[in-house]
């Protein structure tokens, strides 16, 4: 493809990328026809695909762009109406609104009467308002049913420290009555500043284009925009310290300290920042390279917790532990967790060979991985928990897609999508299990498939080199080359 007609082509992919978004958000399909919203939500995959296929032939200055632009527009379609998915960001209101009251997000539930000062009819509907399939029913002191837009209404918050400072920075910034808008806001401010974040990153390493993995997935639009999910910012954390910084070095490990203080889940990140660091050879200073990255995490994560413990009378953990039970991490007999282990393994030994399976993946990135692309370790750590683990919420995968632009292994993004499909697809499918399963077994295999594309692609490269004959060449040790370009 000519790169002038390569720039029409993309151009219009964007558009009819934008275009089914703006029509799914827009849309109450998730209750009243989950079927046709997972339609579109696999149209916008496909149409995700086939733009950043075309971005291949682009030329090298229309890719920043292209890449910008498309980013503002997914990430608008987020903003056309309110969160469809997920209830996640009215808990965000509700933690910003009870911190501006100088009250700890930590010390009491939604429901507690204690804080009943604070309610609003729109977090806290009555009558006839409360019998729409996402409101969730409290206690009534008058007779009239009573409700809560946000989930589980009778537990406390789950979010860390800096996820909370990020509620409250948003309420003291919201103009009264704005409700949820603030917070898709802030979600699509966050996902563009990712982008252009990863564009300069990636032109400094010589092409752009793998930024457009994050900037026009659809995911971000639904669950970092529509959805508000605070993860953005959590990857928003983590691809500067991987990037700007350097994950190896002390401010590196604090903003993976900040990204961990707003999800948990970029801790899984941090074999990647250690790429390399067991590699055989002189220990010399081996020490202090891990904590020039561990202390200042730990350190962030702490201070972060401190004016919450000392304010808190409840525990600052929230409903981390009832949330994991819950969802089953701790329970290998519940059917939606660890799914492709289940294929092969008793569901007794799910749990341990998943542990196992991490501890070899992650032994092998501390001893193998490359010190010089970093991001690579935590994408196959990242990724392999989530095909290990293969959760049902989508929003975790944000993390992934944030990844998966750093290093270029399109590949992975099939987990990312493999997500959506159980999330959303699941409330369709007449067996939602094996949906996910299926989903997931697609995605592991889509992972091997760009895995052996890529050995077979460095395999020519050192056929078609010159020496590639000589015994002593044939002998020495292979080293991978860099991805191609996406």
Request: hydrophobic fraction near 50%.
């Amino acid at each position: 493809m000519k790169p002038r007609t390569a720039v029409t082509v993309t151009t219009a992919l964007l558009a009819a990328l934008t275009t089914v978004l703006a029509t799914a958000v827009r849309g109450d399909a998730y209750f009243t026809d989950p079927a046709a919203l997972t339609g579109w939500y696999a149209a916008a995959w496909a149409l995700f695909a086939a733009a950043a296929w075309s971005l291949r032939s682009v030329s090298a200055r229309h890719v920043a762009p292209l890449v910008l632009a498309g980013s503002v527009a997914v990430a608008a379609t987020g903003l056309l109406a309110e969160p469809r998915t997920s209830s996640d960001a009215f808990r965000y209101v509700w933690d910003g609104r009870v911190q501006a009251a100088g009250i700890s997000p930590y010390d009491h539930a939604p429901a507690d009467p204690a804080l009943a000062h604070l309610r609003d009819p729109w977090l806290f509907p009555k009558g006839a308002q409360c019998a729409r399939p996402e409101r969730f029913r409290i206690a009534s002191d008058t007779g009239q049913p009573a409700c809560s837009r946000i989930n589980r209404p009778y537990v406390h918050t789950i979010y860390p420290p800096v996820a909370e400072g990020y509620f409250l920075l948003v309420q003291e910034l919201s103009p009264p009555g704005t409700r949820h808008k603030p917070f898709q806001v802030g979600g699509a401010l966050l996902a563009v500043a990712t982008s252009g974040l990863l564009l300069y990153a990636l032109r400094r390493r010589g092409d752009g284009r793998a930024a457009a993995y994050w900037a026009w997935c659809p995911a971000v639009a639904v669950e970092a925009v529509n959805s508000a999910h605070a993860d953005v910012l959590s990857v928003l954390f983590t691809v500067a310290a991987f990037t700007v910084v350097g994950a190896r070095r002390p401010l590196g490990g604090a903003l993976l300290g900040a990204g961990i203080a707003t999800k948990l889940l970029p801790a899984v990140t941090l074999p990647g920042a250690l790429s390399g660091l067991a590699a055989p050879g002189p220990a010399r200073g081996r020490a202090r390279r891990a904590l020039a990255v561990l202390l200042p995490a730990a350190a962030v994560v702490a201070i972060g917790y401190l004016p919450y413990i000392l304010i808190s009378d409840s525990s600052v953990l929230g409903y981390l532990s009832g949330y994991t039970q819950e969802e089953g991490y701790d329970d290998a007999t519940v059917k939606n967790r660890y799914a492709l282990l289940r294929l092969v393994l008793p569901d007794s030994w799910a749990l341990p060979a998943t542990l196992a399976v991490l501890a070899v993946v992650v032994g092998y990135v501390l001893r193998r991985g490359d010190p010089e692309r970093p991001w690579r370790g935590a994408l196959l750590v990242t990724g392999t928990a989530f095909l290990l683990l293969t959760p049902g919420y989508s929003w975790y995968a944000l993390l992934l897609v944030g990844l998966v632009a750093l290093d270029g292994r399109w590949e992975w993004l099939g987990v990312a999508a493999a997500g959506a499909a159980k999330y959303i697809g699941g409330r369709a499918a007449a067996d939602p299990n094996l949906l996910g399963t299926t989903a997931y077994a697609v995605a592991a295999l889509m992972v091997a498939g760009g895995w052996a594309l890529r050995r077979r692609a460095a395999a020519a490269t050192d056929r078609a080199a010159p020496g590639a004959t000589d015994p002593a060449r044939r002998t020495a040790p292979h080293r991978e080359p860099e991805p191609p370009r996406p």
